[in-house]
């Protein structure tokens, strides 16, 4: 979806948001790392109520989340409270949560005023957006329509206090997860395909964009000489490309093409995984994985995904639309980040060691299951407003 807000509504946008579901949790950032936060919160909100829908509104600037079911995500131009009016007016919203760092009053008025909780995270101070929040009584006008802020750090209670918030209206929670739910997979093909792998070390390139297959395939055909039993599961970002890379590559390697059911076998060296939607599948076979298209455009897809299912993480300099995740992995040392592509086997070969990988994979963990308390608190307050 792309566009000022109030165009998508004045066309098509309110036949789409009747079609989300009922009730609907309205969810409103302003920043890349907050719309990663409330990417990953909106799937979790969805996944724990079969009936609602989400209306996720992120900065114009920043890159569309993916369309998935009953989740419609707009880009906001202003403070959308266009369309907090017009959707306040025909749409029952049983839950708003505000992820700013500073209050949109212009959105939260007419959500307020239809009923809707309204909910405050990730904000550090109590500060409203707009020309009159320095106008006497306005911040407090527009903050007592607020129903619960949710705060990183008991530091922060204290500033909320001192602004005259009660303490049944602040809970500290942490810092909400950037992590998306953990990517699924068919349980029976993850076994049988463990035990063609057994006793091996598997690699993942994940989304490896047509210029760098040549720079992927060279590094698994150096890794061979050292270890003649590790194989390589290569994820092409556009998987019509599988039987096209088959061909060109067979001559070298003992190949197997996902697409065909081609079995794999003690002696396959790479693995085509040239289908839609088992990542969820490479990420829990491999030991490491790198992370395609972050030496060209950047990577398609998030970090934190093979994080949450135990693999190593190598990148290149480019991290695309997950800038954010990337560098808090990186901050923890749970990924190795490189910047000369030449360098990507030997960085390879050294994170397939057992202790090294294992290091890596515990810290990436960790990064995922910190925020995951703070996420399941939002999640459970988000549907119990719906209820009410």
Known sequence: MTGRLDHRVSEDGMSLVAGLGSPLVWLHCDSPSRLEKLTALSEAVLQADEEVGVLLIYPQACPPPAEIPRRLCLPCADDGAALGRKLAAKTRIGAALIAARSLPAGVVAPLAKQGTRVLLAEMAVPRAEGFWSMTPGYKRRAFSRVSHVFLATERARALWREAGFADERLSVIGTLSQVPLALKCNETERETLAESLRHRTVWLAAGVPPEEEERVIAVQQEALRESHRLALILHPADPMRGPELYARFAHQFTMALRSRDDPITPETQVYIADTEGERGLWYRLAVACYMGGSFSK???????????????????????????????????????????????????????????????????????????????????????????
């Open 298 to 388: 950047g990577s398609s897809f998030s970090p934190m995904e093979a994080a949450g299912l135990g693999c190593a993480i190598v990148h290149g300099p480019e991290k695309g639309q997950f800038a954010a995740a990337f560098d808090l992995l990186a901050e923890r040392r749970a990924t190795r980040r490189l910047t000369r592509p030449p360098a990507l086997g030997a960085m390879m070969r050294a994170v397939l060691r057992p202790e090294q990988a294992a290091e890596m994979a515990h810290r990436g963990w960790q990064i995922v299951s910190e925020g995951s308390e703070a996420t399941e608190t939002l999640v459970t307050a988000l549907l119990a407003a719906c209820r009410e």
